[in-house]
Antibody
Framework: EVQLVQSGAEVKKPGESLKISCKAYGYSFSTYWIGWVRQMPGKGLEWMGSIYPADSHTRYSPSFRGQVTISADKSITTAYLQWSSLKASDTAMYYC???????????????WGQGTLVTASS | DIVMTQSPDSLAVSLGERATINCKSSQSVLYDSNNKNYLSWYQQKPGQPPKLLIYWASTRESGVPDRFIGSESGTDFTLTISSLQAEDVAVYYCQQYYITPYTFGQGTKVEIK
């Protein structure tokens, strides 16, 4: 069974660093794109970026490029989202999401993690 | 960026009645390799992650009730809930996954009248 299990809620101060994780189960981790989606309190969904674990190729939304870093460790089937210096405006729920490939063609996002709530407050 | 515009922002429908949500993309999301529109619909209930309902604009995800119907016409897409049930109260999002940045509509909140 495919599962994406995310790390727990975090409370940090602005300026602190943070790395949250998403561990994948039940499929060949390396050969599916995995991405991150932000949802600010009471707001909609925003795609931040994705990584292809086989070669660590990454794509970022222009809105998030330079603000976060997406990485993956194939050996432990885990993807990461990290900040070097959090801002109060980074307070949000963050979801990891898998992108399926059908008949060799990359397609839609199918499985979502349960979400990690990040709170950055002084 | 491709802009996804949903309408309405919210709607209230009686139990058993039809709910219709529209989504318009600012440009084509048709993928030439498989002639599919790269458009998904998600349902999000409070405190839960989004749940995939429809992909390729009209293909129902496994396990999704057949009252959820996706349709397409050019750059206009529609999600219809043919007979609204109490458990369908949620926010619904469309998303294009054709080109980065992959973008979502602003969401439509569905309630019971």
């Amino acid at each position: 069974e495919v599962q994406l299990v995310q790390s727990g809620a975090e409370v940090k101060k602005p300026g602190e660093s943070l790395k949250i994780s998403c561990k994948a189960y039940g499929y060949s981790f390396s050969t599916y794109w995995i991405g991150w989606v932000r949802q600010m309190p009471g707001k909609g969904l925003e795609w931040m970026g994705s990584i292809y674990p086989a070669d660590s190729h990454t794509r970022y939304s222009p809105s998030f490029r330079g603000q976060v870093t997406i990485s993956a460790d194939k050996s432990i089937t885990t993807a990461y989202l990290q900040w070097s210096s959090l801002k109060a405006s980074d307070t949000a729920m963050y979801y990891c999401v898998r992108r399926i490939t059908i008949s060799g063609v990359v397609s839609h996002f199918d499985y979502w993690g349960q979400g990690t709530l990040v709170t950055a407050s002084s | 960026d491709i802009v996804m515009t949903q309408s309405p922002d919210s709607l209230a429908v009686s139990l058993g009645e039809r709910a219709t949500i529209n989504c318009k993309s600012s440009q084509s999301v048709l993928y030439d390799s498989n002639n599919k529109n790269y458009l998904s619909w998600y349902q999000q209930k409070p405190g839960q992650p989004p749940k995939l309902l429809i992909y390729w604009a009209s293909t129902r995800e496994s396990g999704v009730p057949d009252r959820f119907i996706g349709s397409e016409s050019g750059t206009d897409f529609t999600l219809t809930i043919s007979s609204l049930q109490a458990e369908d109260v949620a926010v619904y999002y469309c998303q294009q996954y054709y080109i980065t940045p992959y973008t979502f509509g602003q969401g439509t909140k569905v309630e019971i009248k």
